[in-house]
């Protein structure tokens, strides 16, 4: 099964047409028959009157497709193209590498086309399809070989970031919770003073999400705090946490304690800092850290 999937999938041919393929490759087309099979309508071939339209019967059999491909297969293989059932036919046509490609394009566009005079009352046939069809598999060739050459480029990679405001750093601090009480914080400190991206992460057992957030502001606070720095930008994507310390209440009991010591920090002599609620990108990932008691910081 997997080696028939990788087959149809390595056809060179738009997307939508593997898909397709496989559902020829386990005859699951919604032809007359199948609908039939189900109760629905008449089970023969709109073209031919009193054939069952099979798979078969549309892709290879009626008029309409046999037109293309007595102009596209070669005469030494006629006999087996137009005589075996439908597994050894699909097994001829995966044989050929390249015609393969051909194979399932004119099938998809047979049971295009055959829906479209169905349905469309304004469709006209091309007036040679098998032409029509090798100008198509063409096009998508060459379109495959231009993107090819294309990646070919050699590629530079850019850093793009906004210079940070003289004199200050960021803090992006972010809590997580696993479940059964295993939670952790973490953050990132960066800024035009600071070299390269201080990180801290801490891990905890028995502790709530909220909580885990405001650890995660008190950690940053005082290792900025240690550090020097006396300019901050403090990121937090925990809107509980942004309201309590904007209004510097007492929050929640589970957090009381923390919150003071937070708003005890925020009142000491820094020169000046702001904090924001924000889609910070850091880092879910903290609560899996199960089994650490305390990670200190580290320089990256």
């Known amino acids: 099964m997997t080696n028939d999937w990788d087959k149809v999938w390595k056809i060179e041919v738009p997307e939508r047409i593997p898909s397709f393929v496989w559902l020829i490759k386990h005859d699951r087309l919604l032809t007359r028959y199948r609908l039939n099979y189900v109760h629905i309508g008449e089970p023969y071939c709109y073209r031919c009157g009193n054939v069952m339209e099979t798979t078969l019967r549309v892709l290879r059999d009626c008029p309409l497709a046999m037109v293309i491909w007595l102009n596209a297969v070669n005469l030494q293989q006629c006999e087996a193209f137009f005589t075996v059932d439908l597994s050894d036919w699909i097994k001829i046509n995966f044989n050929q590498q390249k015609w393969v490609n051909f194979w399932a394009k004119a099938c998809h566009a047979l049971w295009t086309w055959r829906n479209k005079l169905i349905h469309d009352d304004d469709f006209i046939m091309p007036n040679r399809p098998w032409l029509e069809i090798s100008r198509r598999v063409q096009h998508y060739a060459n379109q495959i070989n231009v993107s090819s050459t294309v ?150």
């Open 151 to 300: 990646d070919l480029r050699n590629k530079v990679m850019t850093d793009i970031r906004w210079p940070a405001d003289p004199g200050w750093v960021k803090i992006n601090t972010n809590g997580a919770s696993k479940g059964g009480g295993v939670a952790g914080c973490g953050g990132v400190i960066r800024g035009e003073m600071v070299v390269g991206c201080v990180a801290l992460l801490k891990v905890w057992v028995f502790v709530v999400p909220y909580v885990a957030e405001l650890w995660g502001v008190l950690e940053g606070l005082q290792l900025v705090r240690a550090r020097g720095y006396l300019h901050f930008e403090l990121n937090i994507d925990y809107l509980a946490v942004v309201s309590v310390l904007a209004s510097k209440q007492g929050g929640a009991a589970a957090g009381w304690c923390l919150v003071q010591r937070i708003v005890s920090l925020l009142q000491q002599n820094w020169d000046d800092h702001r904090f924001y609620m924000r889609n910070v990108l850091l880092k879910y990932y903290l609560a899996d850290f199960v089994g650490c008691s305390n990670l200190h910081p580290v320089m990256r």
